[in-house]
Structure formats: structure tokens, C-alpha cells
């Protein structure tokens, strides 16, 4: 652990120090990364692509702070890819100027449009659905929508993360494309009415928290609850998996809301051949199939079928609507999160 950690922090020491000192950032054989990634998710795939082409992966991991980054450094900047956790990210970066556009046929062969940015800046490489976590035993339910979320029914009984983190950004700037302003503060406000506790943790703690009693429902992204069944360092996050069963909400209007983890290509890229070379591998069916079975997480690749545990839980019906009419809606979603007072 205390290993890997130096390891990311030299890789980001060394990336910085290129970029402050105006060095140049080629080489041969290399392509670098900056990754809001967690490392154990995406580590894996750096390793099997260095292991197909010979190509190191210089990459650093941040929580936050990473477009900032890239805005500040410019021309400067060693960063040949950007890899996000969410659509917000990416279409913020690409705002910025930030990106360049790649047509490279496999990928776009790979991703399909309403996954993939209209003028080609940027990729998603994978899908997670934002259900729900209902208790085995306190909430049997088989069926649920979003809207109900905000039912007084389910007062003190609802867990989830701060409002304002991007995954559940995602779902309010959903509910605001498809039901406008109005409605969305109004189901903000009940939803807020029904949380059990202040927002706040991640979305294993949000388990956790049905598992302890604290609540029946909880709000998180479907990926966590197969990494927690096969967790082995911390088996205790098996019991808080195994408390709860996963249901698709819905809403009449939009079916079930997915997110995506994405790729652009930095506007300066100075290893931009390499760099493309990584974005075709993650598209590609070898790695998509990491990421499935790996990561718990819904494979883009409509050729490359997800894990058998992730298809244990069912089937639903995705929201159609190309992922960057949602994430335009993110900053007026963020400031609907503020108006209503959602994390107070």
C-alpha cells in the first residue's frame, strides 16, 4: 500500500516537474495519464496494454483538481489523455479547450454515439446505473422510481453521499433535462425530507448504513456492490453487499439513469500517437472485458457482455439521452443542491 502510494506520488512529482520546467514531456514508448480513476481500477488495464505494446503508462491519480490542472499547465502541460469517473468531467474539460478531436474509426466503431461526444472530443468507456440499495430485510421491494424517492413514505428511511458529488450530479441534471427546473426542486426537497441522516460517505458506506439499521434505502452506483461481494481484505463488506438487493429505479420519463467513465485526448498532447494507441486499447474488446469483469461495471462495447454477477441483478432500461445533454445540466444541478440546502 505505503509502495504504490510513493509510486503515484513520484509519478506525479516527475510529470510536474517536467511540465513547470518547460521540459519536453516526448518519449519514445511512453504515453501520460492524468486519472480520476481510483489506481486499483484502472491500474490493471495500464499493465495489460504496457504488456501488449511495450508502451509505459505514466499516470497520475487524483480525487479532484485534475481539468484545473491541465488549464493551468496549457501548452505546457505533459498530459496526453484525460480518464474520468463521470460525463461531467469530460464534457467541463472539453468546454475548456481542453481537448482534441479523434476519429479514429475502431473507436468510433467501438463506443456508440450517445456515449461518445457529438464532435468526437471525448469517449465513454464504461456504464454504471444509479439504483438503489434496499434492505433485505426492511424493504422488500421489487420496484421503485426515482420520483417515489421524494414519496413521504420513505421519510427518515433514505441514505446517500453529498448531493453535490458528481454521481449524484448526474441524476439530478437527468431529472432537470427531462423534467425541467421546477419539478426537480420540488423532488430535491422531498428527497431531502427523507434522508435518515446528513449525506455523506461513499457509496460503500451508503451499504454500510442500510447493513447498521441507519436506513432501508440508499442511492449508489451498481459497480460498488460487486466489488464489495468480492471484497477479501475487508470480508465485512461482503455482510453489508449481502444486506441489501439492487433495484432499477425508473422513471416514466427516462427509464433508468447511466453514467459513464471516460477518455479525451489533452488538446497538447506531445505523445499523441501513443496516446490514441491507449484510447484504442481501452475501447477494445480485450480491455473492455477487463473493465467488466475487473470492475463490475457495464462494458460501452455493446459486443463485450458484463460480468455474471453484474447479470444477476437484472435487467433495465437505460436513459437514451446522449450523456453530455446531461452533464451540461451538472452546474445548475450543483446549484439547485445549494438553493434547497440539500447537504445541510
Not at 50 to 74: C, H, P, S, Y
Not at 132 to 144: F, K, M, Q
Not at 201 to 208: P, V
Not at 286 to 304: D, I, R, S
Request: hydrophobic content about 40%; overall charge neutral.
Amino acid at each position: 500500500m505505503f509502495a504504490s502510494r510513493r509510486r503515484i506520488l513520484a509519478l506525479g512529482l516527475a510529470l510536474a516537474a517536467a511540465a513547470g520546467t518547460g521540459a519536453p514531456a516526448h518519449a519514445d514508448g511512453v504515453v501520460n495519464v492524468y486519472t480520476y480513476r481510483q489506481p486499483s481500477l484502472i491500474q490493471p488495464l495500464f499493465d495489460a496494454f504496457t504488456a501488449k505494446t511495450g508502451i509505459q503508462v505514466r499516470a497520475v491519480f487524483a480525487d479532484n483538481g485534475l481539468v484545473e490542472r491541465l488549464a493551468q499547465e496549457g501548452r505546457n502541460s505533459p498530459a496526453d489523455l484525460l480518464l474520468t469517473a463521470d460525463a461531467g468531467r469530460l464534457v467541463e474539460a472539453a468546454g475548456r479547450g481542453l481537448a482534441q478531436p479523434v476519429t479514429d474509426p475502431f473507436i468510433l466503431d467501438k463506443v456508440p454515439a450517445n456515449l461518445r461526444d457529438k464532435d468526437n472530443q471525448w469517449f465513454g468507456l464504461t456504464m454504471r446505473a444509479r439504483v438503489v440499495y434496499a434492505s433485505r430485510e426492511r424493504a422488500p421491494i421489487t420496484a421503485i422510481t426515482y420520483e417515489e424517492l421524494a414519496d413521504p413514505k420513505w421519510k427518515g428511511k433514505i441514505c446517500m453521499r453529498p448531493g453535490n458529488h458528481p454521481y449524484n450530479l448526474g441524476l439530478i441534471a437527468a431529472m432537470l433535462a427531462h423534467k425541467g427546473e421546477d419539478y426537480t426542486r420540488t423532488w430535491l426537497e422531498g428527497l431531502k425530507a427523507n434522508l435518515a441522516v446528513k449525506p455523506s460517505g461513499n457509496d460503500r458506506s451508503q451499504a454500510k448504513s442500510v447493513y447498521a439499521g441507519e436506513c432501508d434505502l440508499a442511492l449508489a452506483n451498481t459497480y460498488y456492490m460487486g466489488k464489495m461481494l468480492t471484497e477479501t481484505k475487508e470480508p465485512e463488506q461482503q455482510d453489508w453487499a449481502k444486506s441489501v438487493k439492487i433495484v432499477f429505479p425508473t422513471s416514466p420519463d427516462f427509464g433508468t439513469h447511466v453514467n459513464i467513465s471516460g477518455m479525451l485526448l489533452t488538446a497538447n498532447a506531445p505523445n499523441k500517437d501513443n496516446a490514441v494507441k491507449l484510447m484504442e486499447f481501452l475501447a477494445s474488446d480485450e480491455a473492455q472485458a477487463l473493465y467488466a469483469n475487473g470492475n463490475f461495471e457495464y462494458p460501452v462495447n455493446p459486443k463485450v457482455p458484463a460480468n455474471e454477477i453484474v447479470t444477476s441483478w437484472g435487467s433495465f432500461t437505460p436513459d437514451t439521452l446522449n450523456v453530455a445533454e446531461i452533464a451540461k445540466l451538472e452546474p445548475q444541478a450543483s446549484k439547485l443542491v445549494d438553493e434547497v440546502g440539500f447537504n445541510d
